[in-house]
Each structure stands twice: as C-alpha cells, then as structure tokens.
C-alpha cells in the first residue's frame, strides 16, 4: 500500500524558512514524478515544485522559484521542500503527491489533482507579516 506522509509545517515569520519531509512507502517503482502542492480556499490547489525520481530534474511554479528548493534525501524515499523567504502568500495546507510516469512529470504550473494518483494527508504551513 502507497503511503506518503508530510512532516515539517508550522508557524513562522515572514522572511523565515521551513523545511517540509515528504516520506514515501509501499512504492515498488523506482522512477516517478513527485510534486508538492498547496492549497487555500482563495486559490483552490496549485503545483509548487516537483522533481523526477530517477533523473533528479526539478521545476517550480513562478511564484517560488529561487525561494523553494525540493530534493530528495539519497535515494530513501524521502522528499524535501525548503522554503526560504516566506511571505503570507506561502500560507497554505501543503501537499506531497506521487504519480508513475516513464517520460516527464506533467508541467507543474498547469498541474492538477488529477494529474496524481497518490496523495498525503497534508501539513499546514501558516507565515504571519
């Protein structure tokens, strides 16, 4: 059974940092799209970043990019995001989610729920100005 668990939400500071821990089980493949989403109920769910396991690429949403970074932890199953520079607008319940894919992961601007099939329970992540 695919299980994927989010750690590392919080309270912070705007201009602090929080690092979120996405840990994967019961996943028998070894190449997969694995993105981070966020959701309020002003903008619904959005892709923030992703990463293809296997060649390690990366991309972000415009509105992170060169203030998230998301790795994975030496091939353990572990994903992290770190959030650097955090404003109000990164107020959210994070998301991590896993899909199979041999080719690409899909564009992580336009993805949707519906584009992954394995999702977490969520971590909240509340930055007050």
């Known amino acids: 059974q695919v299980e994927l668990v989010e750690s590392g939400g919080g309270s912070v500071q705007a201009g602090g940092s929080l690092r979120l821990s996405c840990e994967l089980s019961?996943?028998?493949?070894?190449?997969?799209?694995l993105a981070w989403f966020r959701q309020t109920p002003e903008k619904g769910r959005e892709g923030v970043a992703q990463?293809?396991?296997?060649?390690?690429?990366?991309s972000y949403a415009d509105s992170v990019k060169g203030r998230f970074t998301i790795s994975e932890a030496n091939a353990k199953g572990t994903v992290y995001l770190q959030m650097n520079s955090l404003t109000s607008d990164d107020s959210a319940m994070y998301y991590c989610?896993?899909?199979?894919?041999?080719?690409?992961?899909?564009?992580?601007?336009?993805?949707?729920?519906?584009?992954?099939?394995?999702w977490g329970h969520g971590t909240r992540v509340t930055v007050s100005s």
């Open positions: 989610a896993l899909e199979r894919r041999l080719d690409a992961c899909p564009p992580i601007e336009s993805a949707t729920q519906a584009d992954y099939m394995y």
């Open positions: 019961g996943y028998r493949y070894s190449i997969y799209c």
């Open positions: 990463i293809y396991i296997g060649s390690g690429g990366t």
